[in-house]
C-alpha cells in the first residue's frame, strides 16, 4: 500500500491536467479528496486497522526502499490535515479559477515529496523527495505576481531558493563522504559508520545535518523563513508553515536521530546546542514583531528549535517527545496561519498596530486563535503542554538540565508574545474604522475550528492520544 501514497498523488496531478479548461473549477476537490483519503489512511493506520508497509515489495519496481513506520504515518497525517486546511483557505481566498488550479497542482506535487520523505530509509532517496517539495514550495511563493505582494512574493522565493540550493550542495557533499566512508547510505550504513567513530562520517553527517538546518530554517540558517511566510499568500503559508518547513528539514533530522545518530556524540551536542538557540533567538525575534505573519513565522522558528531540542535529550523519550510537538505545532501553527488570513481577508492588513477590539467582532476566530497560541506556549491542559513536558522529562532524563531549564524559561518568552498578539488584535480599544468589522466566511472557519478542536481533543485525551499518535513511532 505504501506505493500508493507517491502514485495517488501523482495521478491526481496528472487527471488534472487532462481536464477541460471549464472543469478545472474541480481541480482543487480533487486536491482535496486526495488529502483527505490519505488522512483517513494515515489515521486507520495509527490504530492498527492496516499496514501501510503492506505491500512494500512492490515498491521496488520504483527503485526507492519505502519503508513506512509510526514516524511515517505521523507525518503523513500531518500532510493530509494541513494540506485540508489549505485548500479550504485557498477556496475563500482566491477567487481566480487558475490560481485555485494551480495551487491545488503544486500541493499535490509537494505531497508526493513529503510523502517520501515519511517512507525512504536511504540519504539519497531523501535528498529526491526534499527536492521535490522545494521546488513546488518556491512556485507556490510565487503564485501572488501582481502589485507590491507580488515583489515581496518574488523575493521571499529568491531568498528561499537560494538557501534551498546552499542546503543541496551541502545535503549532497555529506551523501559523498558517506560513500567514502561507509558501506552504503542506508540510515543502517550510516549508523554503522557512525559506530566505528570514523572521522570522515562525522564530517559528513554535519554537512547533511547543517543542509537539513537550512531547509528547517534552524538559526543561524532562519533568514529566509520570515520573508518567506510573510510574503506568500494565505494558502501558502499555511501549507508551508504546517507542513512543508518541518517536512524537509526537521522530520529528516528526526529520522536521521532515531535511526542513525543514536544519541552519539558529536551529534547529538549539536542538536542540543542548535535547539536551544533556535528556541531562544525565535522567541525573542517573535517578540519584536508587529506584523501577524511574521511574528508567527518566528514563532515557527522557535518551536521547531524544540523539535530539534528534544532529539538531544535521552533517545527513546526524545523522539516520542519530538514526534508529538511536531504533530502540535503543525495543528497549531496551521491554524493561527488560518486566523491571519481571515483577519486579513477583513481587515485588508496584516499590521497588528493598527488592530484592537476584534474579539468582539470575530468572536470565532479570536477563540481558536487563543486556544492555539496557549497551546504552542504549553499551558495545560492543552495538548502543546503535554508535548513540551516530554521534552523536558526527555533532556531531564539524560541529564541535560541546563537545556531543560532553557526549553521552561523559553516558554515564557512564547506566552510573553502570543499575549502581546491577543492584546494587540483581539482585545483593547477598537478602531472605529474597524466598527462595520464581522465574523469571516464560513469557508475560514471550518479548517481553524477543526484544528482548534484537535488541539483541545490532544491535551485532554493525552494518554489516549499518545498511544494512538504516538505509540508506532517510539
Not at 320 to 325: Q, T
Request: net charge neutral; aromatic share 10%; with cysteine.
Amino acid at each position: 500500500m505504501s506505493h500508493l501514497l507517491l502514485l495517488v498523488p501523482f495521478a491526481a496531478v496528472l487527471l488534472l491536467n487532462v481536464l477541460p479548461k471549464r472543469a478545472r473549477v474541480a481541480g482543487i476537490w480533487i486536491a482535496f479528496g486526495v488529502l483527505v483519503l490519505e488522512t483517513a489512511a494515515a489515521f486507520i493506520a495509527k490504530f492498527g486497522w492496516v499496514d501501510l508497509s503492506a505491500l512494500a515489495s512492490l515498491d521496488q519496481v520504483f527503485r526507492f526502499h519505502l519503508a513506512p513506520d509510526g514516524l511515517s504515518e505521523l507525518l503523513i497525517l500531518c500532510a493530509g490535515l494541513v494540506g485540508m486546511a489549505s485548500l479550504l483557505v485557498a477556496w475563500k481566498t482566491s477567487h481566480e479559477v487558475e490560481e485555485r488550479f494551480t495551487f491545488a497542482n503544486l500541493v499535490l506535487i509537494a505531497l508526493v515529496g513529503i510523502n517520501g520523505i515519511a517512507m525512504v530509509h536511504d540519504l539519497f532517496s531523501l535528498y529526491v523527495f526534499v527536492e521535490i517539495t522545494a521546488v513546488a514550495t518556491f512556485i507556490l511563493i510565487t503564485t501572488r505576481r501582481t502589485g507590491e505582494h507580488g515583489i515581496q512574493a518574488f523575493e521571499g522565493a529568491w531568498k528561499y531558493i537560494l538557501l534551498s540550493v546552499v542546503a543541496s550542495v551541502l545535503m549532497l557533499l555529506g551523501i559523498a563522504f558517506f560513500f567514502l566512508s561507509a558501506d552504503g547510505i542506508s540510515l543502517d550504513a550510516v549508523r554503522q559508520a557512525l559506530a566505528t567513530g570514523a572521522p570522515l562520517a562525522w564530517v559528513a553527517t554535519t554537512l547533511f545535518l547543517c543542509g537539513l538546518f537550512v531547509k528547517g530554517a534552524l538559526v543561524p540558517f532562519h533568514g529566509w523563513l520570515a520573508d518567506a511566510y510573510t510574503a506568500a499568500p494565505a494558502p501558502v503559508s499555511v501549507f508551508m508553515a504546517g507542513i512543508v518547513t518541518k517536512a524537509s528539514g526537521i522530520f529528516a533530522l528526526l529520522r536521521l536521530a532515531q535511526e542513525a545518530l543514536h544519541g552519539a556524540a558529536p551529534g547529538r551536542e549539536i542538536l542540543l546546542v542548535g535547539g536551544a538557540v533556535t528556541i531562544v533567538i525565535g522567541a525573542l525575534l517573535a517578540l519584536t514583531q508587529t506584523n501577524m505573519k511574521r511574528m508567527l513565522a518566528y514563532s515557527s522558528i522557535s518551536q521547531m528549535g524544540y523539535i530539534v531540542l528534544a532529539l538531544g535529550g535521552d533517545l527513546s523519550l526524545g523522539i516520542l517527545a519530538a514526534g508529538f510537538h511536531f504533530f502540535n505545532h503543525a495543528v497549531s501553527k496551521s491554524q493561527l496561519f488560518a486566523n491571519a488570513a481571515a483577519i486579513e481577508k477583513e481587515l485588508g492588513t496584516l499590521d497588528m498596530t493598527q488592530m484592537g477590539g476584534l474579539g468582539s467582532r470575530m468572536p470565532v476566530t479570536a477563540g481558536t486563535a487563543a486556544v492555539a497560541s496557549l497551546s504552542i506556549a504549553g499551558l495545560p491542559p492543552l495538548a502543546g503542554f503535554w508535548s513540551k513536558l516530554l521534552i523536558v522529562l526527555a533532556l531531564w532524563k539524560a541529564g541535560e538540565y541546563s537545556f531543560a531549564a532553557v526549553a521552561i524559561l523559553a516558554s515564557l518568552v512564547t506566552l510573553a508574545y502570543f499575549l502581546v498578539l491577543q492584546r494587540n488584535v483581539f482585545f483593547g480599544k477598537r478602531e472605529d474604522r474597524w466598527a462595520a468589522v464581522h465574523e469571516t466566511a464560513t469557508g475560514l472557519l471550518v479548517p481553524a475550528v477543526a484544528l482548534a478542536a484537535v488541539t483541545i481533543a490532544l491535551g485532554v485525551g493525552f494518554p489516549f492520544a499518545l498511544k494512538v499518535l504516538l505509540g508506532g513511532g517510539a
